[in-house]
């Protein structure tokens, strides 16, 4: 388990993994900050505000939360303060710690942050960096998703759904592939919940309209007659087992 650690910080507090990182402070949320040490390894952009950072416990991903839709020009990022363990950033901290402690591949959280502004806040979340990996949209692109990687995928999504894990955004952005095998990331608004039939098939039906979006259909019946078939039928071997 993680050893959780509570500290405040201007305007809020920081929760942080205390057996990978000693001490926490406020430029561990700050790219600037990182970069002042040479320590910013690269900050793609994007609604997420991902960095990757070099910390002291390993390469690591600094997410700041960001609304998305139309909600984003009203509000941006910042979401109502109903209490330091009811925030975005807290509760993803703590369910990815749970996760990794069920042996569940996902990115260790090393430390969450929240900031007040009035009667909201804004967040940030620093997650460790999983190696070498590609996302499942990349694999697409690159045609490397095949009948293999297709059942993999089904028995990734089928092994969280058995730990009753609702995944609010299960698509192919959220799926990592690297040596190692697949993971699951950003666990943001994510729950445990009883593993019940309708919520599973309406995580799987988000899955394959991801696919979808991002070309796995293109060039012919292959996705229909074959991948998802593929990846349905390992999603239920794997459930039942």
């Given amino acids: ?25 406020a430029d561990w949320f700050s790219p600037e900050a990182w970069a002042g040490r040479g320590a910013l390894r690269s900050q793609p952009g994007g609604r997420g505000g991902v960095s990757i950072i070099d910390t002291p416990a390993g390469e690591a991903v ?25 925030t975005r950033s807290s509760r993803e901290f703590r369910l990815l710690a ?9 990115p260790p959280p090393v430390a969450a942050r929240h900031v007040r502004h009035g009667l909201r806040y804004s967040a940030d979340l620093i997650t460790l960096r999983i190696p070498g990996a590609r996302t499942l949209a990349e694999c697409v692109a690159q045609g490397a998703f095949n009948e293999a990687l297709a059942r993999r995928t089904g028995q990734l999504v089928a092994r969280f759904h058995r730990e009753g894990v609702r995944h609010a955004d299960l698509n192919a952005h959220n ?9 699951l990331i950003d666990f943001d608004r994510g729950r445990l919940r009883t593993p019940r039939f309708g919520w599973r098939r309406g995580n799987l039906a988000r899955l394959k309209r991801s696919l979808v979006k991002v070309g796995a259909a293109e060039g012919g019946s292959m996705f229909e007659e074959v991948l998802w078939p593929a990846l349905q ?9």
């Fill in 233 to 241: 039928q390992a999603y239920d071997e794997a459930f039942r087992a």
């Fill in 62 to 86: 600094l997410r700041h939360y960001r609304r998305g839709g139309m909600v984003a020009r009203l509000l941006g990022d910042r979401y109502l303060f109903t209490g330091a363990g009811r």
């Fill in 98 to 106: 749970e996760l990794a402690h069920r042996g569940l591949p996902v």
């Fill in 175 to 183: 799926i990592l592939v690297n040596a190692d095998g697949l993971f």
């Fill in 1 to 25: 388990m993680t050893d959780q650690r509570v500290t405040e910080a201007a305007g809020g507090t920081i929760l942080f993994d205390a057996g990978r990182a000693a001490q926490v402070d």
